[in-house]
């Protein structure tokens, strides 16, 4: 911890003093403690470690989870000087009793309260619902940013989300886009990556952002960055292709599964209709590859239906029940989007369904599969530019959840 308790009951913070005022302050040898146990704590600093404060090891300390390591302590003083030069009121490691939590930074601003936590190893995602549920029980808001030597990218607009990092998507409304947060302490830049859609088992595209710490306000947390229709477009395209051409191999899991249920079913993926693995900004909340759980939907269900035929977005909800990820893993979310209703009214952009309600279909168009490959990659390019050139939904500029000016 970066924060100590001195004998008067002050609180002091090394790491933000100079060289040789923290050079006197040892001297001094004053005895320091911990501001939740008020146990004694002694005082780490070094020329390669932020000056912090650690429990002795034996410590019963509530508040204690281990050693979190210079690179953790590094980020959580940069961007506590970060908040305090932009005059925004902050605490340092506050420790809330009545949840027995301590974030690495409370903000209370325009009467919120805001938790920012800044988590740089990989914990059971568990415990992250635990400690995002404990803020909201305390009418608590928090954001968490992930060190950015968790951020596993593969091109410039593909990421590896894991289970532990699907954990961390914020949304703060249903109009502001999936959004994950990664700072680096050591080149000093802030990543937001955006408007995410998975394109594979643990795969997905973002829109990046990324800031020098020093150009960047505590604002721009809720501005939004989203694919344009070209890059959207682009972007899909090649996901489309890679798709029907890229060889399978070692299949295993799911993947193993649903392989053998095309097989059943006298299926091939390389000729599946184009409307099989279209883009659905909240598909994380399935457990499955967009090309899974979309081609049971359409061949076990929507396909056998007759022309003109009705159901009901819960009987496709209900078919799916055991794709679906608990809402509990997702406590960063707020948002009513259903990715099993975002892809029927995709298809009803398409054409392929008409809704007669607000959760009603109907089925308009037969659906075939193609003769061949050829035939497949030219009706995906007609499609996807018939989806990006249609009215998608706008989101519009909102701050509305936190608003700040510097």
């Given at each position: 911890?970066?924060?100590?308790?001195?004998?008067?009951?002050?609180?002091?913070?090394?790491?933000?003093?100079?060289k040789?005022?923290?050079?006197?302050?040892?001297?001094?040898?004053?005895?320091?403690?911990?501001?939740?146990?008020n146990?004694?704590?002694?005082?780490?600093?070094?020329?390669?470690?932020?000056?912090?404060?650690?429990?002795?090891?034996?410590?019963?300390?509530?508040?204690?989870?281990?050693?979190?390591?210079?690179?953790?302590?590094?980020?959580?003083?940069?961007?506590?000087?970060?908040?305090?030069?932009?005059?925004?009121?902050?605490e340092?490691?506050?420790?809330?009793?009545?949840?027995?939590?301590?974030?690495?930074?409370?903000?209370?601003?325009?009467?919120k309260?805001?938790?920012?936590?800044?988590?740089?190893?990989?914990?059971?995602a568990?415990?992250?619902?635990?400690?995002?549920?404990?803020?909201?029980?305390a009418?608590i808001?928090?954001?968490?940013?992930?060190?950015?030597?968790?951020?596993?990218?593969?091109?410039?607009?593909?990421?590896?989300?894991?289970?532990?990092?699907?954990?961390?998507?914020?949304?703060?409304?249903?109009?502001?886009?999936?959004?994950?947060?990664?700072?680096?302490?050591?080149?000093?830049?802030?990543i937001?990556?955006?408007?995410?859609y998975?394109?594979?088992?643990?795969?997905?595209?973002?829109?990046?952002?990324?800031?020098?710490?020093?150009?960047?306000?505590?604002?721009?947390?809720?501005?939004?960055?989203?694919?344009?229709?070209?890059?959207?477009?682009?972007?899909?395209?090649?996901?489309?292709?890679?798709?029907?051409?890229?060889?399978?191999?070692?299949?295993?899991?799911a993947e193993?599964?649903?392989?053998?249920?095309?097989?059943?079913?006298?299926?091939?993926?390389?000729r599946?209709?184009?409307?099989?693995?279209?883009?659905?900004r909240?598909?994380?909340?399935?457990?499955?590859?967009?090309?899974?759980?979309?081609?049971r939907?359409?061949?076990?269900?929507?396909?056998?239906?007759?022309?003109?035929?009705?159901?009901?977005l819960?009987?496709?909800?209900?078919?799916?029940?055991?794709?679906?990820?608990?809402?509990?893993?997702?406590?960063l979310?707020?948002?009513?989007i259903?990715?099993?209703?975002?892809?029927l009214?995709?298809?009803?952009?398409?054409?392929?369904?008409?809704?007669t309600?607000?959760?009603?279909?109907?089925?308009?168009?037969?659906?075939?599969?193609?003769?061949?490959i050829e035939?497949?990659?030219?009706?995906?390019e007609?499609?996807i530019?018939?989806?990006f050139t249609?009215?998608?939904?706008?989101?519009e500029?909102?701050?509305?959840?936190?608003?700040?000016?510097?």
């Amino acid at each position: 911890m970066l924060q100590a308790k001195l004998a008067d009951g002050g609180l002091i913070t090394p790491a933000t003093i100079s060289k040789k005022d923290r050079q006197n302050l040892k001297q001094k040898s004053p005895v320091f403690y911990c501001p939740v146990c008020n146990e004694r704590v002694i005082l780490r600093a070094g020329q390669k470690v932020i000056a912090h404060f650690a429990h002795q090891t034996e410590s019963s300390c509530p508040s204690t989870g281990g050693g979190e390591g210079a690179y953790h302590e590094q980020g959580k003083l940069r961007l506590y000087q970060w908040l305090r030069s932009q005059s925004i009121p902050v605490e340092l490691e506050v420790y809330i009793k009545e949840i027995q939590q301590r974030p690495d930074f409370l903000i209370i601003l325009h009467d919120k309260k805001i938790a920012v936590e800044y988590q740089c190893s990989k914990i059971p995602a568990s415990q992250i619902i635990k400690r995002t549920k404990g803020y909201n029980k305390a009418g608590i808001h928090v954001i968490w940013v992930l060190g950015e030597k968790l951020l596993k990218r593969k091109t410039a607009n593909m990421i590896k989300v894991d289970t532990f990092s699907q954990t961390f998507i914020h949304q703060f409304s249903s109009v502001y886009p999936p959004t994950l947060f990664y700072f680096c302490p050591q080149t000093l830049k802030f990543i937001k990556i955006q408007d995410l859609y998975m394109t594979g088992n643990n795969r997905a595209i973002g829109k990046f952002e990324i800031y020098p710490l020093k150009e960047m306000i505590f604002s721009d947390l809720f501005s939004k960055a989203l694919f344009s229709k070209e890059e959207l477009l682009k972007i899909w395209m090649q996901e489309k292709r890679r798709f029907r051409v890229q060889p399978r191999t070692r299949q295993f899991g799911a993947e193993l599964q649903w392989q053998q249920w095309l097989y059943l079913n006298k299926l091939h993926y390389e000729r599946l209709p184009a409307i099989i693995h279209l883009p659905v900004r909240g598909a994380f909340r399935i457990n499955t590859a967009n090309w899974n759980w979309q081609s049971r939907l359409i061949f076990n269900f929507i396909a056998p239906l007759e022309t003109e035929a009705e159901f009901t977005l819960y009987q496709c909800i209900f078919f799916l029940r055991k794709n679906m990820i608990s809402e509990d893993n997702f406590p960063l979310i707020d948002s009513e989007i259903h990715p099993i209703q975002e892809y029927l009214h995709i298809l009803t952009e398409l054409d392929y369904l008409e809704q007669t309600t607000n959760h009603t279909f109907k089925k308009t168009k037969a659906i075939h599969v193609h003769p061949h490959i050829e035939a497949a990659i030219e009706e995906d390019e007609k499609l996807i530019k018939q989806l990006f050139t249609k009215n998608q939904t706008k989101y519009e500029h909102d701050r509305s959840l936190f608003r700040y000016t510097k």
